[in-house]
């Protein structure tokens, strides 16, 4: 369904400020695959899903989505294939705009915007349903401004918006984080829900290691711009916390050591 | 001071305030549906008057002299829009060198004089300041133009309600979250900032035809009177403007009210030369009073009891 072939990404590149943030990734993806995404700061994670996404093109690389070469096409193009939810709230809404209004906007993300009417009654009727699976009474709330909406329900009628029209890959950018625990956990239960219903193919990004375990079939670990650890099906499940810190130590520790050759 | 001067003046005042409310509905489409200043227009509002003008003397009928200045408008905002989006010049930026450029350009139309008459005896004009008292109602200026308002602002709840309309406002209102739903952010602003400009070079054409002539200087401090009509709308009649043509329509009421404002201080003895810095001084204070309510006068709430 996704395949990442050697993506390379330099930001500010000759400058003091030049930071190498993807120095070869590659992944395949298969259809339906759930993939939990860990690593520290600066690793990468959100670097690969912005590259996938088309945020600005890659430095070289090849990134091919159910078949298609999307590597040069720009961002709006590229949405056909995606649903993305990000990190912060405001993100993935328009404030200003209904909630129906919202819904709409993504109902039709990949199709022309033509001048036949933004919304109609049956679509309203189908919203209110899809509204009712996130449980938060937006159902009844149709014609709200999202400005209105707490962070939580942001988020969760973001990731409605993203799923509305099926994509064929789920970007999930650390969509929880911003979050308290209750609305981080009946966000991630949504979006499981969501995920498994649809059978969709879906990334997710997460500073939580209990959730990235307990998460997904699969589970990669990033450190400084490439995958250095993807281990799926009976292995992960198996996967306990400690695991994955003695993981990271391992890599941090490797790079401590070095650090101490190049002093000496 | 004669207070029947002042009454007479009136009717006039909300003429010309009108024409100015569809020039100001232009920058709302802008300014606030887009996020975007665009100061192309005050090239735009002496473009469109130029346009009709120059076509009507040469003898074309209204409607098409119309026509062409809004689509000369749209021309304008189609280069100010690429300028923005293809080149990647800030807005204000690229609006201020497609206006400079207009300066030129409305000369060239003007066959290279700085003002153009039109004579309301000899043709048809559709809007003129002779026809405000004494005429009969579908020749009367305000009554024109309060039609071409109501028109627009039909078109333009229709407009914005469409796929297209709605992609327009999802650029303004959050340009990431479009893209991320496939929208073309840099399409629709150019889009946005095409009608936007055709609608002022629409007000310009008849204003124009308003005052009977065509000026070089017409447009100048455009953005300024547009910006005043956007904001006297929206603090008077804000609270009541929910709906999308009501917040159109209090633009339009703002631009009147400007207009009335204007010709009372007037009559209490202000020097005309001193209005742009009036309107000027008015415009910042009304853009700095929701800052300043913010920074100044944010009520802290005292610390909870249940910390105490």
Same mark, same amino acid.
């Given at each position: 369904?996704?395949?990442?072939?050697?993506?390379?990404?330099?930001?500010?590149?000759?400058?003091?400020?030049?930071? /190498?943030?993807?120095?070869?990734?590659?992944?395949?993806?298969?259809?339906?695959?759930?993939?939990?995404?860990?690593?520290?700061?600066?690793?990468?994670?959100?670097?690969?899903?912005?590259?996938?996404?088309?945020?600005?093109?890659?430095?070289?690389?090849?990134?091919?989505?159910?078949?298609?070469?999307?590597?040069?096409?720009?961002?709006?193009?590229?949405?056909?294939?995606?649903?993305?939810?990000?990190?912060?709230?405001?993100?993935?809404?328009?404030?200003?705009?209904?909630?129906?209004?919202?819904?709409?906007?993504?109902?039709?993300?990949?199709?022309? /915007?033509?001048?036949?009417?933004?919304?109609?009654?049956?679509?309203?009727?189908?919203?209110?349903?899809?509204?009712?699976?996130?449980?938060?009474?937006?159902?009844?709330?149709?014609?709200?401004?999202?400005?209105?909406?707490?962070?939580?329900?942001?988020?969760?009628?973001?990731?409605?918006?993203?799923?509305?029209?099926?994509?064929?890959?789920?970007?999930?950018?650390?969509?929880?984080?911003?979050?308290?625990?209750?609305?981080?956990?009946?966000?991630?239960?949504?979006?499981?829900?969501?995920?498994?219903?649809?059978?969709?193919?879906?990334?997710?990004?997460?500073?939580?290691?209990?959730?990235?375990?307990?998460?997904?079939?699969?589970?990669?670990?990033?450190?400084?711009?490439?995958?250095?650890?993807?281990?799926?099906?009976?292995?992960?499940? /198996?996967?306990?916390?400690?695991?994955?810190?003695?993981?990271?130590?391992?890599?941090?520790?490797?790079?401590?050591?070095?650090?101490?050759?190049?002093?000496? | 001071?004669?207070?029947?001067?002042?009454?007479?003046?009136?009717?006039?005042?909300?003429?010309?305030?009108?024409?100015?409310?569809?020039?100001?509905?232009?920058?709302?489409?802008?300014?606030?549906?887009?996020?975007?200043?665009?100061?192309?227009?005050?090239?735009?509002?002496?473009?469109?008057?130029?346009?009709?003008?120059?076509?009507?003397?040469?003898?074309?009928?209204?409607?098409?002299?119309?026509?062409?200045?809004?689509?000369?408008?749209?021309?304008?905002?189609?280069?100010?829009?690429?300028?923005?989006?293809?080149?990647?010049?800030?807005?204000?930026?690229?609006?201020?060198?497609?206006?400079?450029?207009?300066?030129?350009?409305?000369? /060239?139309?003007?066959?290279?004089?700085?003002?153009?008459?039109?004579?309301?005896?000899?043709?048809?004009?559709?809007?003129?300041?002779?026809?405000?008292?004494?005429?009969?109602?579908?020749?009367?200026?305000?009554?024109?133009?309060?039609?071409?308002?109501?028109?627009?602002?039909?078109?333009?709840?229709?407009?914005?309600?469409?796929?297209?309309?709605?992609?327009?406002?999802?650029?303004?209102?959050?340009?990431?979250?479009?893209?991320?739903?496939?929208?073309?952010?840099?399409?629709?602003?150019?889009?946005?900032?095409?009608?936007?400009?055709?609608?002022?070079?629409?007000?310009?054409?008849?204003?124009?035809?308003?005052?009977?002539?065509?000026?070089?200087?017409?447009?100048?401090?455009?953005?300024?009177?547009?910006?005043?009509?956007?904001?006297?709308?929206?603090?008077?009649?804000?609270?009541?403007?929910?709906?999308?043509?009501?917040?159109?329509?209090?633009?339009?009421?703002?631009?009147?009210?400007?207009?009335?404002?204007?010709?009372?201080?007037?009559?209490?003895?202000?020097?005309?030369?001193?209005?742009?810095?009036?309107?000027?001084?008015?415009?910042?204070?009304?853009?700095?009073?929701?800052?300043?309510?913010?920074?100044?006068?944010?009520?802290?709430?005292?610390?909870?009891?249940?910390?105490?």
């Amino acid at each position: 369904m996704l395949k990442l072939i050697g993506i390379k990404k330099t930001f500010n590149p000759g400058t003091v400020n030049e930071k /190498r943030a993807l120095v070869g990734v590659d992944l395949t993806l298969n259809e339906g695959d759930f993939v939990t995404v860990i690593g520290g700061n600066g690793a990468g994670k959100s670097t690969t899903l912005n590259a996938i996404a088309g945020v600005w093109p890659v430095d070289e690389g090849e990134i091919i989505i159910d078949g298609v070469n999307v590597t040069r096409l720009p961002e709006y193009k590229r949405a056909k294939y995606l649903g993305r939810v990000f990190q912060d709230p405001m993100t993935g809404t328009a404030a200003s705009m209904q909630i129906e209004e919202n819904l709409a906007l993504a109902s039709r993300r990949g199709l022309p /915007r033509t001048l036949k009417s933004g919304i109609n009654a049956a679509e309203r009727e189908r919203y209110k349903d899809k509204l009712k699976i996130l449980d938060l009474g937006l159902e009844d709330r149709l014609t709200t401004k999202v400005g209105l909406l707490s962070g939580g329900q942001r988020q969760a009628l973001t990731l409605l918006m993203a799923t509305l029209k099926k994509p064929k890959l789920l970007l999930l950018d650390e969509h929880t984080a911003a979050l308290d625990p209750k609305t981080a956990a009946k966000v991630l239960e949504a979006t499981d829900k969501i995920i498994a219903r649809d059978n969709l193919t879906a990334i997710m990004i997460t500073h939580n290691m209990k959730d990235a375990i307990a998460h997904g079939n699969r589970l990669i670990m990033m450190h400084e711009g490439r995958i250095i650890y993807d281990v799926s099906g009976e292995e992960k499940s /198996r996967l306990h916390v400690s695991d994955l810190l003695q993981k990271f130590e391992q890599v941090s520790g490797d790079e401590f050591a070095n650090d101490r050759m190049m002093l000496a | 001071m004669n207070i029947g001067s002042l009454i007479n003046a009136l009717p006039g005042a909300c003429a010309q305030g009108l024409i100015w409310g569809i020039m100001a509905i232009g920058v709302y489409i802008t300014y606030k549906i887009l996020d975007l200043a665009d100061l192309t227009v005050d090239g735009t509002m002496c473009t469109g008057g130029a346009v009709c003008v120059m076509m009507m003397l040469s003898g074309h009928s209204l409607p098409v002299s119309l026509i062409c200045a809004f689509l000369v408008g749209m021309l304008a905002g189609l280069v100010t829009g690429v300028l923005h989006t293809a080149m990647g010049i800030p807005a204000i930026l690229a609006g201020i060198l497609t206006q400079l450029g207009l300066y030129s350009i409305n000369l /060239r139309i003007m066959l290279g004089k700085a003002n153009q008459a039109i004579n309301v005896n000899n043709y048809p004009l559709i809007v003129s300041l002779r026809n405000i008292r004494g005429v009969p109602i579908y020749k009367n200026a305000i009554f024109v133009v309060l039609i071409f308002v109501v028109v627009i602002i039909a078109i333009l709840y229709w407009f914005f309600g469409t796929e297209l309309g709605c992609a327009i406002r999802a650029t303004g209102s959050n340009p990431n979250m479009s893209r991320a739903q496939g929208i073309n952010t840099d399409l629709n602003k150019i889009l946005g900032l095409m009608l936007s400009n055709g609608l002022v070079a629409l007000a310009s054409a008849l204003l124009a035809q308003y005052q009977g002539f065509v000026d070089v200087n017409m447009g100048r401090g455009a953005i300024v009177i547009g910006l005043a009509a956007v904001i006297i709308g929206q603090v008077l009649f804000g609270k009541f403007a929910r709906n999308f043509a009501f917040k159109l329509a209090a633009v339009a009421l703002g631009a009147i009210i400007y207009y009335l404002v204007l010709q009372f201080v007037l009559w209490l003895g202000l020097n005309a030369n001193d209005l742009k810095l009036l309107s000027a001084t008015v415009v910042a204070i009304f853009l700095a009073i929701p800052y300043l309510k913010k920074k100044y006068f944010t009520k802290v709430k005292k610390g909870g009891s249940g910390n105490a």
